[in-house]
């Protein structure tokens, strides 16, 4: 059978195991999920074992650091996933329940009720836990997924793909809700991109380069964020020590991420105390700084005269640019002209100026006092996360289990008929 053969039947099989799960039992989702808790716990060593042979293979074709600290499942991050099952077990089940019921004038109720999307196919490089967390949504949200990870993860992916299946079997539901491409062959994506008669919506999950292809090839609708870049703006009444600890972990806590901090916005009357701290701290640590030029003699040696290219620019290393600004008019208006719609936050002692940049500034999350790296699925509430939405059709942000449903109006009469 070749790969477009295989792909269709792949469809086929996740349509009808989507029309299953859309009338399965809340229980019976809730035990998949505590299933494949358990097993994922029970089994680490297998898990364990299929990830070496990818980190292996990786270290063969030399692999960038980034892409091999996501391919790597830690013991913090299978950890993470076994939660998550557990945490996306223990919420309502969004599906069937009837929102906004309401009584028109001739007497009929007019309502929406939640339903699933159907059958969502997620393509991803790197990033093992992805497959695990895109599975549990999908299950929760009564969807069927086609996961499709990158090559470098093969191994891993199918062992946590057999692990979902025995949890799905064990609840009674049926395996096909989870599916993964036996081959790591290209093709296989371009094929899938064609089936919008089985796939209801795809979600890219990776660098720039993968969702701008998954974009232009797909014949169904996408769910996509092209890149991450995320600004902190330091206002002139900014806690410096708060400020400091803030920016370290929005840089160098997980500087792959997509939600790390790549360019720090500085008032230029807080820039010559702020900055040396900041140089001190995370130039310490390995970060280097790409800097305008009021901010280069406040950086030390880890900093060099940044570029036009440097701003606006997604390193996902230690590597940041630094730029002194006059307002917080220049600020939000710089965010305006470099940002990607993924996460900005503002630094600042002043609750009018955090309400105004709150309001203002244009991306999936906005923060006050925090770090970037809190634009995350499990730590907003969600459980887990499928991906984060910069377009503003159908999700903005991460998207859980709401964002993985729709709504269709429901009407109760009691014989209307239209005059």
Known sequence: MGIREQMVD????????????????GSAKQDALLHLADLLESESKAIGEANQLDLDAANERGLDKARVQRLTISEKVLASMIQGCRDVAAMPDPIGEIESMSKRPNGMLVGRMRVPLGVV??????????????GILCLKAGNSVILRGGSEAFHSNRCLADLMHQ?????????????????????????????DKY?????PRGGEGLIRAVT????????????????????DSCDVPKAVSIIENAKTQYPSGCNALECLLVHKDIAATLLPEVAARLGSGGVRFKACERALPLLGDTAESAEASDWGFEFLDLVMAVKVVDSLDEAIDFIADHGSNHTESILSEKYEHCMRFIREVDASLVVANATTRFNDGAQLGLGAEIGISTSKLHAYGPMGIKELTSAKFVLLGEGHIRE
């Open 199 to 203: 796939i209801d919506v795809v979600i």
């Open 10 to 25: 792949m469809g086929i099989s996740a349509v009808k195991a989507a029309r299953a799960l859309s009338k399965a039992s």
């Open 121 to 134: 196919a997620m393509i991803y490089e790197s990033r093992p836990n992805a497959t695990v967390d895109a």
């Open 216 to 235: 232009e090839q797909a014949t169904m609708p996408v769910l996509k964020h092209y890149k991450g870049v995320c600004h902190i703006f330091a206002d």
């Open 167 to 195: 949890a799905l079997e064990m609840a009674g539901l049926p395996r096909e809700a989870v599916q993964v491409p036996p081959t790591a062959d290209r093709e296989a994506v371009a094929e899938m991109l064609k089936l």
